[in-house]
């Protein structure tokens, strides 16, 4: 099962871009969905996460900047990226849990089932 993630680019720090997730593979109403980002040399990181009936979870480095959505109808979630820093240069993943309970564990990489393969997201100072 793939998930396509899109959207990524260079950009300025301050600048704004919205990561795309979409799949044709896997419907993903049934599923909590998120996002994970991993910079060179470093372990994959939970950016935000949204469950089955739109509870929005994010990690601590995004919080206020970053908006995170789904739209069932499209098969798609959304990661509005806003005043982005350099920091936040990554490769952008999109996954997709079939956990029971999402409000324990939606950080965690293996209470995900499936992945994309990431979208290179570059902010420059």
């Known amino acids: 099962v793939q998930l396509q993630a899109s959207g990524g680019g260079l950009v300025q720090a301050g600048g704004s871009l919205r990561l795309s997730c979409a799949s044709s593979?896997?419907?993903?109403?049934?599923?909590?969905m998120g996002w994970f980002r991993q910079a060179p040399g470093k372990e994959r990181e939970f950016v935000a996460g949204i469950s089955r009936s739109g509870v929005t979870y994010f990690g601590d480095a995004v919080k206020g900047r970053f908006t995170i959505s789904r739209d069932n109808a499209k098969n798609t979630i959304y990661l509005q990226m806003n005043a982005l820093k350099p920091e936040d240069t990554a490769v952008f993943y999109c996954?997709?849990?079939?956990?029971?309970?999402?409000?324990?564990?939606?950080?965690?990489?293996?209470?995900?089932?499936?992945w994309g393969r990431g979208t290179q997201v570059t902010v420059s100072s």
């Open positions: 996954a997709a849990s079939r956990r029971a309970s999402f409000s324990v564990g939606y950080g965690a990489t293996d209470s995900y089932n499936y």
């Open positions: 593979e896997l419907t993903f109403r049934p599923y909590h």
